[in-house]
């Protein structure tokens, strides 16, 4: 028996494909827009690490002028760390000093660190006698009043400090 060709089952027809959807060409740039947007990167760039470099300015004389034990005895009573920079508990102290110096000015009271690693404050520490994680407390002449060892809360470190500021000046 011969098929007939409109045969009952269903005949795999391919679905015609539909054709894609024309999307809008990308707008060429022109020399001009390429250097504009260049312009905006660079400027933006610029602006960036200009802030940048301005914030490190400003930390590198912060630490110069912290540093400078030159300034004891100029007129301001002084807080002095003689410190170690690889030492944890130095670091330790020098944060609660540094919480406890917020509630000063300065025109009532200074903060100057003696690192161990310069020539300067090693001469500092021999001179008076003491070691890392120790503050000396000099007045306004710079004349050393007292001396503070260990690590102490930032709280009682400006209790200590109002007090110094107050009689040394």
């Known amino acids: 028996m011969k098929r007939s060709k409109n045969n009952s089952k269903p005949q795999n027809r391919k679905k015609k494909a539909t054709p894609p959807t024309p999307t809008a060409p990308e707008p060429k740039l022109d020399r001009r827009a390429a250097l504009g947007r260049m312009a905006k990167m660079a400027l933006g760039v610029a602006v960036v690490g200009g802030g940048a470099g301005l914030l490190l300015t400003r930390a590198v004389k912060a630490d110069m002028r ?14 002095v760390q003689v410190h170690d920079p690889n030492c944890p ?3 330790s102290l020098q944060t609660q000093v540094r919480k406890a110096m917020r509630a000063f000015g300065d025109d009532e009271l200074q903060y100057a660190v003696a690192s161990l690693d310069k020539t ?6 021999i001179e008076h006698g003491v070691g890392k ?18 690590v102490r809360n930032h709280s009682a470190l400006e209790s200590t ?5 107050k009689s040394s000046s």
């Open 161 to 165: 400090f109002r007090r110094h500021a």
């Open 120 to 125: 300067e404050g090693r001469r500092l520490a």
């Open 89 to 91: 508990t130095c670091l």
């Open 66 to 79: 912290e540093h400078d034990l030159s300034r004891i005895g100029q007129g301001v009573p002084m807080v």
């Open 133 to 150: 994680i120790t503050l000396l407390l000099f007045d306004a002449k710079g004349v050393r009043q007292e001396i503070l060892h260990g």
